[in-house]
């Protein structure tokens, strides 16, 4: 069925066994995998033997992590995209060394000089820019919209945002495009507008509980009324049921 479906349930074989009776229906051909997207690898076995219970055999299931998912679909937009992203945070981490060194004398920075006074074996500095680094990535994936007013310098005049919205235009200058949120909002945009082919998307796609899944396919569920997609939650905090309702448009 196309569409948005949302699955509940506070016990995990409940949910394998919905998942398994959607899988019974096929997909177009028989070379199109089934892709269901995975926290963790120890999901991916667990589905697949329980996939295998339920209909007998688990075959030509494709689990890959929500990132991999939603890159894949990235590389749709940009098919230049390099391999490796400038915004992987083992990468900002180095990048980030280098930028704070740079700026550590700026306005806005004192608290940071202060802290990385007599480093002189970098290792505070390396610390600290893992720790921005992290920071930065959960930003992309859940405060997208400070990350723009950031590039767009519209950010608070008070710490921490000062120096945070600095070292991000930082790392950002002629990459933008290239960021996780950027291309989610572009692939959004260009959905919208119909330049952007529907058909080069999985046929259908199941989500394990993934944040990612809520915030990005919930967007897409009015833009793509002809894909199937499936998220299933082991449980949902309270009160978040009409925040999910409200972002499938229900």
Known sequence: MAGLSVYTSNRLEILAKQLAEIVQTPLPTPFTPEVIVVQSRGMERWIAM??????GISANCAFPFPNAFLEDIFKNLIPDMPETSPFEPDIMTFRLMGIIAKCINRKGFEDLNA?????DSHLKLYQLSGRI????DQYLVF???????????????????????????????????????????????????SHFDTARLPKRVHFSESRISLFFTCRLSQSCPGWSRSIFFSSIPAGSTGRILSLIGK
């Open 50 to 55: 329980e996939l295998a219970r339920f209909n």
């Open 115 to 119: 802290y990385l006074a007599e480093d």
């Open 143 to 193: 405060r997208p919209q400070l990350l723009f007013q950031w590039e767009r310098s519209k950010e608070k005049k008070a710490a921490p945002h000062n120096w945070q919205a600095q070292l991000w235009r930082e790392l950002a200058q002629g990459k933008a495009h290239l960021h996780r949120a950027r291309m989610r909002e572009n692939l959004l945009e260009q959905i919208r507008s």
């Open 133 to 136: 680094a992290d920071l930065f």
